[in-house]
């Protein structure tokens, strides 16, 4: 198996960078397009099948050295028998919104995931079986989930998250816990079928200040990481705008952290310090400027990350859907072909 992105994650020497994107399975992809114009997006999730075949097809296309797994990050929710919908443009909404103790003693938890996430378990390991890249799989963090629920759906100012936070922290406390749970029980499910790493995508904590996140996100994201610290699998965390966050995802647990594309990795690396590799960091939006732009970016990428062992490859953020999907062939092809980092991590 190509192991070039695991030992990356491990800040050990690689024969090449490796790379893989965020949202790679699907958005831009022709082939996810029709087997999502017969199947909706939860179905595909419900189906070993299918979740390989999307899972696999930008490893076929692109070339990259992991593959992350097809799923959302509110499938465990999903999963445990909460009431979430998709809505296409919108994003997950929640029929009952999380404002009172009572809203999170009634939460269902994630009982039994070998049943209710079938689908994603077995898609893991159908393409862990393949033997060709890592399977890289995932969950949403706590806050993030949180936000979804308290707000019903996708927020822009967090206004009843950050309410309920400051106004009701018992309830909050109560909440981040059950959200704990949950995601850790999805991670380890996910790690026993086949994934070897695992990220944490708490996309909208970067709404929070440091203070803020220590005391209210930091403890569940912590014990997450700590529940799947002794499968031996690199752990992840990835959020956005939060370069003011970055040493706080370190010392809770991180092995390789996410960069979107607002800090240079340079910066990222001083504030992480040695012991924590990165991930990133191109701006999606340059892969739609054309291919002098997507390299003089990329360039810029790896001049940033340095000459020491322990740089994934990736965007600041997910593949834009009207990427065209030649300049990220030609994208991983690139990054191949440069000398990979030498120096004594």
């Known amino acids: 198996m190509n192991d070039s992105f695991l030992r990356a994650c491990r800040r050990e020497p ?23 114009a017969e199947h909706e997006m939860f179905d595909v999730m419900h189906s070993a099948e299918l979740t390989a075949l999307v899972t696999q097809q930008p490893v076929k296309r692109f070339g990259v050295d992991a593959a992350v797994i097809f799923s959302d990050i509110v499938a465990p929710l999903q999963a445990a ?21 009572a809203d999170v003693a009634a939460l269902p938890r994630l009982a039994d995931p070998s049943s209710s996430m079938a689908g994603l378990l077995g898609g893991i390991a159908q393409v862990a079986e393949a033997d060709e890249v890592p399977v890289i799989g995932f969950c949403g963090g706590p806050f993030t989930l949180a936000s979804y629920l308290v707000e019903g759906g996708p927020s822009r100012d967090y206004a ?16 981040m816990d059950v959200l704990a749970d949950i995601t850790t029980t999805s991670l380890l499910a996910q ?34 990481l700590q529940a799947v610290a002794s499968r031996g699998v690199p752990r992840i965390v990835f959020g956005v705008s939060t370069g003011e966050l ?15 594309w607002r800090v ?12 924590v590799a990165v991930q990133g ?7 739609l400027a054309g291919w002098p732009a997507v390299e003089a970016g990329a360039r810029r990428v790896l001049d940033a990350a340095g000459s020491a062992p322990g740089h994934v490859f990736n965007l600041g ?3 834009l859907p009207s990427t065209d999907p030649e300049v990220l062939t030609q994208l991983v092809d690139w990054v191949h072909r440069q000398p990979p980092p030498t120096d004594a991590p």
Not at 81 to 101: C, H, M, Q, Y
Not at 203 to 213: C, E, I, N, Q
Not at 246 to 260: I, S
Request: aromatic share 8%.
């Open 246 to 260: 970055l040493t706080l995802f370190a010392e809770a647990g991180a092995d390789v952290v996410g960069v979107d």
């Open 191 to 224: 790690i026993d079928a086949g994934a070897s790493a695992v990220q944490i995508f708490d996309s909208w904590v970067g709404a929070l200040d440091p203070d803020t996140y220590r005391r209210y996100a930091l403890p569940a994201t912590a014990s997450v």
């Open 317 to 319: 953020w997910g593949v």
């Open 14 to 36: 690689a024969d090449r960078i490796p790379v893989w994107f965020m949202r790679q399975a699907g958005r831009c992809l022709p082939e996810y397009r029709a087997v999502r």
């Open 264 to 275: 240079p990795l340079d910066l990222a690396r001083a504030r992480l310090g040695p012991n």
């Open 81 to 101: 028998g909460v009431d979430v919908k998709l809505v296409a443009e919108v994003g997950p909404v929640f029929a009952n919104p999380i404002r009172t103790s």
């Open 281 to 287: 960091n191109l701006d999606p939006a340059i892969c």
């Open 160 to 175: 009843k998250t950050k309410a309920l936070m400051h106004g009701s922290p018992d309830v909050w406390d109560a909440l």
